[in-house]
């Protein structure tokens, strides 16, 4: 299921296959929230910027359209028209993103919907279902995404109820890929990490849920306010004692320097907004840093975003062009930034891939750092 193909100290070179086929990691996966890439970005233009994987959440389209239409239509594969790997996240993050709306007991989380204010309720069991009806290729288990800030006897208590729903999420995504009518039997499970800022919280919980039969551990309840620094030093404690064999999935994971210096202790899945979200504000990801497109020193440059880049964005229009449409409101202009945005950070993992097969995956980090500071 899981190949590991090359290591470059700890960084990893793998190859993860799925029912729509096969993650060649270290990836970053792009974020369709509501089953789409926000800057109309349509699933044609996802296959000419290489994306390997795109993310769906499940809370999301529990409330919009709703999982059971989307069965119904399906699955999630064909209702967006896309045919390669999709994973779903579990509806934990809203747990932390919507806390002025939720209440959490020991069977689940009740929400009130954002968007008609109606109850939901979501325990591991509901969470698996809804997955199960997208038909994604990973399903997330449900779990809760703590403040990182939250005391120890709170996180303590937290983490020990998402083991208990990450046993649940098990049995239930067991009997849901047994099914006949499942959509995709082969859909596979990544359980998660919690105990925030917290060393010894972090550690212990790793140990208990690499004994359970899952396809992959993901790291959740980072970038959410601990610095940097932090986050590094909690992967340096946790990946260590994360299964080697299976995908290292670090949630919500971020900037290109973020990335470069996750692979490098280890972790070998990523996804985060920042490419599309940044693109829709007019900046712009290149090999020598961050552009703001908006800056007047762009009126009449006519070079592309990025000299020798590839992008559907890169290879048509100027810096020029781009920014005369982010001023004029034109959707055409966060479009293209997206696209070359995401273009950027696939080609940046292939970059990552072909490093660690040399065995040079420090030198490439180093460099490449370097000039991320440049702009």
């Excluded at 899945?269 to 712009?284: I, K, L, M």
């Amino acid at each position: 299921m899981y190949e590991l193909i090359a290591e470059s100290g700890k960084a990893k070179r793998g190859r993860l296959n799925t029912a729509h086929g096969v993650i060649e990691t270290p990836v970053f996966m792009n974020v369709g929230t509501a089953g789409a890439i926000k800057g109309a970005v349509s699933t044609d233009d996802l296959l000419s910027i290489k994306t390997q994987v795109q993310l769906s959440n499940t809370y999301h389209l529990h409330v919009r359209t709703g999982d059971a239409v989307i069965k119904e239509l399906g699955g999630l594969h064909t209702f967006m028209h896309w045919e390669r790997p999709i994973l779903t996240d579990s509806g934990g993050f809203q747990v932390f993103s919507l806390a002025g709306l939720r209440k959490i007991k020991e069977e689940g989380v009740t929400f009130q919907s954002h968007i008609d204010g109606r109850r939901i309720f979501m325990g591991p069991e509901e969470s698996m279902r809804i997955q199960s009806n997208l038909g994604s290729d990973i399903a997330m288990a449900f779990d809760e995404c703590p403040s990182s800030i939250a005391n120890r006897d709170y996180m303590e208590d937290s983490v020990d109820r998402t083991t208990r729903w990450l046993s649940r999420c098990v049995s239930e995504h067991e009997r849901l890929n047994a099914l006949s009518d499942t959509l995709n039997p082969k859909q596979l499970l990544f359980g998660i990490n919690q105990g925030g800022v917290y060393d010894d919280i972090r550690i212990r919980h790793a140990k208990e849920i690499s004994e359970l039969p899952l396809d992959g551990f993901a790291i959740g309840g980072l970038a959410v306010g601990e610095s940097h620094e932090e986050m590094y030093r909690i992967l340096d404690e946790v990946v260590p004692h994360l299964p080697k064999n299976k995908p290292t999935y670090l949630m919500g994971v971020g900037t290109p320097e973020n990335i470069l210096e996750a692979i490098e202790r280890g972790v070998d899945f990523f996804d985060c907004v920042y490419p599309t979200r940044n693109g829709r504000h007019g900046h712009a990801y290149t090999n020598a840093g961050k552009l703001n497109l908006f800056n007047q020193q762009y009126e009449k440059d006519m070079s592309p975003i990025e000299e020798g880049c590839n992008c559907p964005a890169c290879k048509s229009y100027s810096r020029a062009y781009i920014r005369h449409l982010l001023k004029a409101g034109e959707m055409l202009g966060m479009r293209l930034l997206v696209l070359h945005n995401l273009y950027y950070y696939n080609t940046l993992m292939e970059e990552i891939r072909e490093a660690i097969e040399n065995g040079k995956y420090s030198a490439f980090k180093k460099a490449k750092i370097e000039k991320l500071h440049l702009v």
